[in-house]
Structures are given as C-alpha cells and as structure tokens.
C-alpha cells in the first residue's frame, strides 16, 4: 500500500477513542492524527524509499529516519520485522517510555496507526509475515479479494478511509 492509504488508514483508526470523554484522551483529535499517521508510517522503515525514509524535521533538510531506515532496509528484508507483531512490539515497547512525558494518548495513537498499518499491508496480495521469524504468510482477505499496491481497489479504500477520519475531525470539532 502506499503512504497515503497508511496515513489516512492510521487516522480513520481512531474512531476507537472517539467514544472517550476528551479530558480522558487529553489531547485534541489533530494532534492524535499525527501520531497514528506517524505510527501508520513507521513500519516502512525497512522499505527501500518510504515516505518516512524522506521526511524533513520541521521545514529543515534534516532526514531524521534516514540512516535507520538504511539500517533497518540492509538488515531485513520488506515485510519482513517490522511488518509483524513483533516490530509493533518493539516500537511499542520503545515509545512507552514517553508516555511519562506526553501521556497515553498519544501513545495508543501511535500504537493504532502501527497496526492500521500491518492491517492494511495484510490485505494486499503479499500479504504479511504477522508472526515474524515464522516464515507462514497471513492474508486479512480470501485470495481473490486481495488488493494489489496503487490499484482502484487501493484508491476506494483509501477513500473510505478518509471519509471515516474526516468524519472523526467533524464530530470532534462539534463536541467542542
């Protein structure tokens, strides 16, 4: 999938705290919408060019993620760690951490966008390697169902997608 699709899928994920009081979630929904599109595009760290790969630091020409997505891309294959339950682990278990310093919302944003990110991939033709080193692939849809990166199939989710986080947007901003 590409790097829009995972974006909007991260954000559409957190229809999930909608239900939550605000001053539970502590933040409002556009800084949790970072967060989820930030954690629906870390996984493609061991891509090869990935968006994440190539994202600046506040309007600077400093790539942040580029020399650990070099790293991760010479160390592992795509869809390979961090495509898998064990990759979510790892960057979950890396992030709790900040949970001391800008709380648990965030946190589960990022959390949500990460798996949005390893649900959608699973939807694909390729499929994923949930279970990472196990080598047995898992498909979310039946074969035929499978959609293939950039297609129509790809664009209808994508906007499906949009229309949920857009929708998510406005009833926050009526809530307020």
């Known amino acids: 999938m590409t790097w ?23 933040y409002d929904f556009g ?22 790969k190539h994202l600046k630091l506040f309007g600077t ?9 070099q790293i991760v891309h010479r160390s592992d294959q795509h869809r390979g760690l961090l495509h898998s339950f064990t990759g979510l682990g790892m ?14 919302a965030p946190f589960i944003a990022l959390c949500l966008g990460y798996a949005s ?3 959608a991939d699973s939807a694909t033709k390729s499929g994923l390697l949930l279970f990472y080193p196990r080598r047995d692939r898992f498909y979310l849809m ?3 169902w499978r959609m293939t990166t950039g297609s129509i199939a790809e664009e209808i989710a994508t906007i499906s997608s949009a229309i949920v986080a ?3 947007l406005l009833n926050e901003m009526h809530r307020l």
């Open 4 to 26: 829009p699709t995972h974006a909007v899928f991260g954000i559409s994920t957190l229809w999930l705290l909608a239900p939550l009081p605000p001053e539970a979630i502590g």
């Open 31 to 52: 800084t949790l919408d970072a967060f989820a599109a930030f954690g629906a595009l870390l996984p493609d760290l061991d891509a090869s060019e990935s968006k994440i």
């Open 61 to 69: 020409s400093f790539k942040p993620f580029l020399l650990p997505s």
């Open 91 to 104: 960057v979950a278990g890396m992030a709790l951490p900040l949970t001391w310093w800008i709380g648990g």
């Open 117 to 119: 990110h390893l649900l």
């Open 142 to 144: 039946p074969h035929g």
């Open 166 to 168: 857009v929708s998510l």
